[in-house]
């Protein structure tokens, strides 16, 4: 294994399947990086909305601030959004997972209705609201993860993106994919063979390879339908038994909370 693997690049998405926020520096806490997917969109049922049947989200651009977040549409006004802590408590289900969410209140539903032309609200999770990763995956029943679609971080390998786009008719950014945390310095698709890393004072378990959905055929700025990988990715990552084609691996953070971690931090394989 080459030994100067290294981050090289660190995303947060604070509202689920909206803009991403670039990072050199995250703070890690048991649910991933901090800040990463609190908020999400619901519709009037309470089911979580995203890119995949609301591909516009890719435009909605979020920017964190002390006490929130501020959400701006293209071409529109903003929307400052207070952290509720003490709002309404909405049910809400993301994935079949039941999850009580606090409301973030009439005013960012408003916005986001108008800008979406469909009833919507967001909603925020807070830290002591428990919504389990996959134990047969985790290893246990109280890893706990945000509004991501189903672990605490999502890994990806730079050499991975290589071979695919050797592959694809032209280029695509890693962006496509929605990774967390971006490692170079391995080889192409190494990270299947790997179950542990460590990352200065932070280590994670890679616990489950990530399939992919539609949202890696649109484009990451306007979610427009963009060249879809799906069909060169099934003709060497296809795996029968997720029944489904992976990129990247989901992890669970298994040593580290509350440390940082920085673009440029050495990754070290465990095991």
Not at 24 to 52: C, K, N, Y
Not at 97 to 104: C, E, G, K, S
Not at 186 to 208: N, Y
Not at 239 to 265: C, H, K, Q, W, Y
Request: proline share 8%.
């Amino acid at each position: 294994m080459n030994a100067s693997a290294f981050v090289s690049a660190l995303t947060i998405y604070p509202v689920k399947s909206a803009r991403p926020i670039s990072v050199s520096t995250a703070a890690v806490g048991t649910r991933g990086l901090v800040g990463d997917r609190e908020w999400m969109l619901v519709d009037e049922r309470g089911r979580f909305v995203s890119q995949r049947t609301l591909s516009r989200m890719a435009q909605l651009q979020v920017t964190s601030h002390p006490e929130g977040v501020c959400l701006t549409a293209p071409g529109g006004p903003s929307c400052r959004v207070d952290t509720p802590r003490q709002g309404d408590w909405l049910t809400v289900d993301v994935w079949g997972d039941i999850v009580q969410a606090r409301d973030a209140g009439e005013f960012a539903a408003r916005y986001l209705t108008e800008v979406f032309a469909r009833p919507l609200r967001l909603v925020w999770m807070p830290p002591n609201t428990l919504r389990p990763a996959d134990p047969q995956y985790a290893g246990r029943a109280d890893v706990p993860v945000s509004f991501a679609d189903g672990f605490p971080v999502l890994v990806a390998s730079a050499a991975s993106l290589d071979e695919l786009n050797r592959r694809l008719p032209a280029p695509i950014q890693m962006a496509r994919f929605r990774p967390n945390v971006v490692i170079s310095g391995w080889e192409a698709f190494a990270e299947d063979h790997i179950r542990r890393i460590r990352c200065g004072e932070i280590e994670l378990d890679l616990v489950k390879p990530c399939t992919r959905c539609v949202i890696t055929s649109l484009d990451p700025l306007t979610g427009e339908t963009a060249s879809d990988p799906t069909s060169v990715l099934k003709s060497f990552r296809f795996d029968p038994t997720l029944r489904g084609v992976t990129f990247g691996v989901n992890a669970i953070v298994s040593r580290g909370m509350g440390a940082s971690l920085e673009v440029g931090t050495p990754v070290e394989v465990l095991g």
